[in-house]
């Protein structure tokens, strides 16, 4: 990530910052140049209030360019919820931000377009993976208590909310760039090498939907590769 800046002081300001710490000058991520500006009223929208999403918005929808690729959020009736949920979008604008940096298409070619769906499983189990373009998020995952024990029950040591984020956009783009494309054969090179970076998509068996389950990747260390 690099270093952004406040228009008014010039001061170093962190990517997910509303408001300058040095002078106190309120900042909105301006999205369509990639940089910090002044705060202008017209275009502060809901989830600036809500999640402190500084992020500006294109056209005239409620959203940024982050939060309207959002299918389902959480339950935020519940406080510990819209706590958890405003980690998750910081750790989604980063994710967001890349893709617009690298220019990445947003739309498949049969048309799926990436979209997100953050489910609390207070009402049951909710596994976090991909499908056509729609990425879940378990919002536990945004509890770090909760995401430290399962780092270390399935031995994840880069297990991190924009981790999981970058594992689940990663099959769309395999889908999109890679597979059924002449790439694809120096992955299958690579994988013969070191087996053990076969991931849950390389052999196509979990078919998109990662449960971050590691026997996929004990079970894929023995599958033949195509
Ligand atoms: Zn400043
Ligand atoms: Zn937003």
Redesign the pocket.
């Known amino acids: 990530m690099r270093e952004f800046h406040?228009p008014?002081?010039?001061?170093q300001?962190p990517f997910e910052q509303c408001e300058?710490t040095?002078?106190?000058?309120k900042l909105l991520f301006d999205t369509a140049n990639l940089k910090m500006v002044r705060l202008q009223d017209e275009n502060s929208r809901d989830n600036r209030e809500i999640i402190g999403c500084n992020w500006s918005v294109e056209g005239m929808g409620p959203y940024c360019a982050s939060c309207c690729l959002n299918r389902t959020i959480p339950n935020l009736s519940v406080l510990r919820n819209v706590l958890l949920w405003k980690r998750v979008e910081e750790a989604k604008r980063r994710l967001v931000y890349d893709l617009r940096r690298l220019q990445l298409p947003l739309v498949s070619r049969n048309g799926d377009h990436i979209a997100f769906e953050i489910l609390s499983d207070e009402s049951g189990p909710v596994l976090t993976g991909h499908r056509s373009g729609l990425i879940t998020l378990n919002l536990a995952e945004a509890d770090d208590v909760e995401r430290e024990s399962r780092r270390i029950a399935f031995r994840e040591p880069y297990r991190t909310l924009l981790g999981h984020f970058r594992h689940e956009v990663g099959h769309f783009y395999w889908d999109l760039l890679v597979e059924g494309t002449k790439l694809r054969a120096s992955f299958n090179l690579i994988w013969r090498v070191r087996p053990k970076l076969v991931a849950c998509d390389a052999v196509g068996f979990c078919d998109g939907l990662c449960r971050f389950d590691r026997s996929h990747l004990a079970d894929s260390a023995r599958a033949p590769v195509r």
């Open positions: 406040c008014s002081c010039r001061g300001v300058c040095s002078c106190g000058n």
